[in-house]
């Protein structure tokens, strides 16, 4: 259960965690456009001002609102001499193209402006950074404060109005070029509020916290369910492992019967082997107990072995003689082979490995038609007794070979057999708390081989 906590926390980390970078993307959007903002305000600004500049006479501010004046002469000689006199611009010494490649332009009109812009300075009506600063406060329609930096060509600071040190924080305008023949350039630096990103993606981030509040709340509403549902299996688990316990006390009181009636009765020899083969059946049926135990209890962890020397000869040939008997009215063909030359003899659990051979044994009687053979095959491989019971039944599909030994899992056959899907399980378990291995090799409709190894009593 503690796995299911973690992965539910890991989830909900990693839903808070994507809806926080999501957040700082949008954050990251914002100040984006804050700078575009600024970026507009501050160009806007600078036409203003040098709009003031040229209509003040000695560089002062003037109220003025901006505005064109022309007029239009139809020839040169119409033109007045004091126009002519004016200074004029020869464009074709400017290398437009350098100037955008240098970002210090976007269109021609921009080559025009900063010219006339050289042409007032020369008239002694300099760049007025408080001026610009005012007009970009008012456009800018707020009271944050902000920093606006005069550069020259190499973009070092040259004069500072507003805040001297500007914070990391802040962003940055780009920068404008205010003059050509001496290239200087002006910036707007000013901070970007999380308040501010706030009020204006108050919907957005409301949305983002529903979000994840309902994600936290579901995944918490799961692992209650998750939590009910152990309990509940817990609560059957001990309930069905009270009534196995409560099987085994009778059948262990028929145990010691028998055993008390084989020590009474020595001379009736059909009576004694009457009474052998129930005791025998009654110990099997205290082993199908414990295998249900075992599989109750999910795994070998808790089984307790009586480990002995067993000759796994003897106890196939018993479980041939069970099977013969129980599958009687079934025609087939159950087949010994030694290959140990009588060096059989493994170190492992009588009652558990019958279990094991008893189950795979039925599993090849139960899992094919009629005249089925099977073969129990035993040999020695380095320190180990290996088992196979191979058929010529139904097969397995590949599929279902990766999935057949789980608990309740059961092969989809073209007939059906009565089973609950813990036999295979439990023979898992046993072998590997023998530390033994098994596996499987199967064709559909050709039948399987499972084989199983133990290790070899020394």
């Known amino acids: 259960m503690k796995k299911v906590y973690y992965i539910a926390l890991l989830a909900i980390i990693m839903i ?7 957040v700082h993307l949008q954050y990251l ?3 984006l456009e804050c700078v575009d903002k600024i970026n507009d305000v501050l160009v806007q600004s600078v036409d203003e001002e040098y709009h003031n500049r040229a209509k003040s006479k000695k560089g002062g501010i003037t ?27 020869n464009l074709r010494t400017l290398n437009i193209g350098s100037l955008k490649k240098k970002g210090i332009i976007s269109s021609t009109s921009d080559a025009l402006t900063l010219l006339e812009q050289d042409q007032i300075e020369k008239e002694g009506k300099p760049l007025n950074l408080a001026n610009l600063n005012e007009i970009v406060s008012r456009r800018m329609e707020d009271k ?11 973009k070092k600071i040259i004069k500072t109005e507003g805040v001297k040190k500007v914070p990391s924080s802040w962003v940055c305008s780009k920068d404008v070029a205010v003059n050509l023949a001496n290239l200087r350039f002006v910036r707007v630096a000013m901070p970007v509020p999380p308040s501010k990103f706030i009020a204006h993606s108050i919907w957005t981030l409301a949305l983002s916290v529903l979000f994840v509040l309902i994600a936290v709340v579901c995944i918490g509403y799961h692992l209650l369910v998750i939590k009910r549902k152990e309990q509940l299996l817990r609560n059957r688990e001990l309930g069905v492992n009270g009534i196995i316990h409560d099987l085994k006390a009778p059948i262990n009181s028929v145990i010691s019967v028998l055993s008390l009636l084989k020590v009474k009765i020595k001379e009736d020899r059909i009576l004694l082997d009457v009474i052998s083969q129930a005791s025998d059946k009654a110990k099997l049926l205290e082993s199908d107990i414990e295998s249900i135990l075992l599989a109750a209890k999910g795994g ?41 030359h009588g060096d059989n003899m493994a170190y492992a659990d009588e009652l558990y490995i019958r279990n094991v051979m008893r189950n795979l044994v039925e599993n090849a009687l139960k899992y094919s038609d009629d005249g089925v053979n099977v073969q129990v095959l035993i040999r020695n491989i380095d320190e180990n007794i290996e088992v196979s019971v191979t058929d010529d039944g139904w097969g397995i599909a590949p599929k279902d070979q990766k999935l057949i030994f789980r608990q309740f899992y059961r092969v989809r056959q073209h007939k059906q057999v009565k089973g609950y899907g813990i036999g295979l399980a439990v023979v898992k378990y046993v072998v590997e708390a023998h530390h033994g291995r098994i596996r499987i090799n199967s064709e559909l409709g050709k039948g399987s081989c499972f084989t199983f190894t133990l290790p070899k009593a020394q």
């Open 63 to 89: 109220k003025e609102k901006q505005h064109i004046k022309y007029k239009i002469f139809h020839s040169f000689n119409q033109i007045p001499g004091e126009i002519k006199k004016e200074p004029f611009f």
């Open 144 to 154: 944050i404060e902000r920093s606006i930096f005069l550069l020259d060509k190499n």
């Open 16 to 22: 808070v965690c994507l809806q926080g970078y999501n």
């Open 29 to 31: 959007n914002y100040k």
């Open 300 to 340: 070998n962890d808790r089984m307790l072995l009586n480990l002995k020397k067993v000759s796994l000869l003897e106890l196939t040939n018993i479980v041939k003689t069970d099977m013969d008997i129980l599958y009687k009215e079934k025609p087939h063909n159950i087949v010994i082979s030694d290959e140990t």
